[in-house]
């Protein structure tokens, strides 16, 4: 039975941050269909029937997969307790809020910031500048002499 599930796009991610997450979540990876996919079982106490929820997972290299939460499916057919259905539908949007989140993560910053080289001074120019402030400036030594209170040693 296919499941029912707002978030329809596919989310791609390395292979390594699907599968923790995923068997985080309480999956196992299987083969399914020659394709990968991960599986959760929910056992019913009241029917003593277990159902197993798969989500299929494209593999596109040997680095990168996708996962599209709205192709999970419960094998077992027949009917599903209203608790079960629950319980899949919670696991499911709980899996792809976690997927969307890890995507933001890696998602590189719409602002870039200003390219730097670490120091004081972005560039050559300002590095000379600075380097004459440095020079005019007063030694510890001569500060003291002048009675003048230097900065403390950092």
């Given at each position: ?56 997972v ?63 001074a ?15 400036m ?17």
């Amino acid at each position: 039975m296919k499941m029912q599930c707002t978030m329809t796009s596919a989310i791609e991610l390395p292979f390594s941050a699907i599968h923790n997450l995923m068997t985080y979540q309480g999956f196992r990876r299987i083969r399914f269909n020659q394709q990968s996919a991960y599986r959760a079982r929910f056992d019913d106490a009241s029917t003593k029937r277990s159902y197993r929820l798969t989500i299929p997972v494209q593999n596109h290299d040997n680095i990168t997969c996708s996962v599209k939460v709205a192709d999970a499916f419960l094998e077992d057919g027949g009917s599903i307790p209203p608790e079960v259905f629950e319980a899949v539908e919670s696991k499911l949007y709980e899996v792809g809020a976690y997927l969307q989140d890890e995507m933001e993560k890696r998602k590189p910053d719409s602002i870039d910031p200003p390219e730097q080289s670490g120091g004081m001074a972005p560039n050559m120019e300002e590095m000379i500048k600075l380097g004459k402030q440095m020079a005019a400036m007063k030694t510890n030594q001569e500060l003291l002499e002048a009675s003048i209170i230097p900065d403390p040693i950092q």
